[in-house]
């Protein structure tokens, strides 16, 4: 079963840059969609920026669009989020998940199973 580890967040100011890493155990199938979900407390999680293995197809949420980019190196079978122009709204705990769709922040892989997380704290 594939495993994630997350790397990367911290503190930062509104208009500061971070980068997130999510390292994979082992090789993603092309079929794979990896990203970021990021969940507040009392709230469920959703997606940030998710890219699908296979194609390097992207998607975004509406409210990161155009600040945040999602990349992938299949050498290091790593899953990048470049997180640019942080917002304080931005301010949660990072995740990062594997799924077979978009849905992967509520349905993940047959297995699968969550990290810690990043927390990322953006002040003004």
């Known amino acids: 079963q594939l495993q994630l580890e997350e790397s990367g967040g911290g503190s930062a100011q509104t208009g500061d840059s971070l980068r997130l890493a999510c390292a994979a155990s082992?090789?993603?199938?092309?079929?794979?969609?990896l990203g970021w979900c990021r969940q507040s407390p009392g709230k469920e999680r959703e997606l940030v920026a998710a890219?699908?293995?296979?194609?390097?197809?992207?998607y975004y949420a509406d409210s990161v669009k155009g600040r945040f980019t999602i990349s992938r190196d299949s050498a290091e079978n790593t899953v990048y989020l470049q997180m640019n122009n942080l917002k304080p709204e931005d301010t949660d705990v990072y995740y990062c998940?594997?799924?077979?769709?978009?849905?992967?922040?509520?349905?993940?892989?047959?297995?699968?199973?969550w990290g810690q997380g990043t927390q990322v704290t953006v002040s003004l």
């Open positions: 998940a594997v799924g077979s769709g978009l849905d992967y922040c509520q349905q993940p892989l047959r297995g699968f199973a």
């Open positions: 082992g090789r993603p199938f092309s079929s794979h969609v």
């Open positions: 890219i699908r293995w296979g194609g390097a197809r992207t």
